[in-house]
């Protein structure tokens, strides 16, 4: 993937949120490997939460650092199959202004390559919200590598071409001026 030697990084402020009935910061490594990940990539780790699978408490998790001003970008883990209790889709819907269909087609794409047809049981997606990235993403520790490592270290990299996620963040509010 092509960097631009003419673009300096831009660190990014980053919230994880792991969605699960059972795991604690102890033993949450799903949100372990994410905020490993991006702090590796040069960004910072603004908060990182669990919440239990309720769609109105995720919901409420989302508006709250959709409306600060110091976060730019959300990343969940867990609650995307298809059980009853996974409600993580329907909580991004709640607060969704655009969604964007091409990460969670784009994720299954590189997660068939490894686990097969097993990919289509996750419902992986991102949006916009109030000029803020959401990305919804398994609750796999391999799922959340897969999608940090062949998505995201790309697309939240400033320097990375043609385009990126960072790049337009300044005109994610622009339907509300």
Same mark, same amino acid.
Request: proline fraction near 4%; aromatic fraction near 8%.
């Given at each position: 993937?092509?960097?631009?030697?003419?673009?300096?990084?831009?660190?990014?402020?980053?919230?994880?949120?792991?969605?699960?009935?059972?795991?604690?910061?102890? +033993?949450?490594?799903?949100?372990?490997?994410?905020?490993?990940?991006?702090? +590796?990539?040069?960004?910072?780790?603004?908060?990182?939460?669990?919440?239990?699978?309720?769609?109105?408490?995720?919901?409420?998790?989302?508006?709250?650092? &959709?409306?600060?001003?110091?976060? #730019?970008?959300?990343?969940?883990?867990?609650? *995307?199959?298809?059980?009853?209790?996974?409600?993580?889709?329907?909580?991004?819907?709640?607060?969704? #202004?655009?969604?964007?269909?091409?990460?969670?087609?784009?994720?299954?794409?590189?997660?068939?390559?490894?686990?097969?047809?097993? *990919?289509?049981?996750?419902?992986?997606?991102?949006? &916009?919200?109030?000029?803020?990235?959401?990305? &919804?993403?398994?609750?796999?520790?391999?799922?959340?590598?897969?999608?940090?490592?062949?998505?995201?270290?790309?697309?939240?990299?400033?320097?990375?071409?043609?385009?990126?996620? &960072?790049?337009?963040?300044?005109?994610?509010?622009?339907?509300?001026?």
């Amino acid at each position: 993937m092509p960097l631009s030697s003419d673009r300096e990084f831009k660190t990014v402020n980053i919230a994880v949120l792991t969605v699960s009935d059972t795991r604690t910061l102890e +033993d949450d490594r799903s949100g372990d490997t994410l905020a490993q990940r991006l702090t +590796d990539a040069g960004h910072f780790l603004a908060d990182r939460k669990i919440c239990k699978d309720d769609a109105d408490v995720i919901a409420q998790q989302f508006k709250e650092w &959709v409306s600060d001003p110091g976060i #730019d970008v959300v990343i969940s883990t867990g609650g *995307t199959g298809v059980t009853g209790r996974d409600v993580t889709p329907e909580a991004l819907k709640k607060v969704t #202004d655009k969604e964007i269909p091409g990460f969670g087609e784009l994720f299954r794409w590189i997660s068939y390559q490894k686990i097969g047809t097993s *990919t289509v049981q996750s419902r992986a997606t991102a949006a &916009v919200a109030d000029g803020t990235y959401i990305f &919804v993403l398994p609750g796999s520790t391999g799922a959340c590598k897969d999608a940090w490592d062949e998505i995201l270290v790309h697309q939240l990299d400033y320097r990375f071409m043609p385009c990126n996620f &960072v790049e337009l963040m300044p005109r994610l509010n622009e339907h509300k001026t």
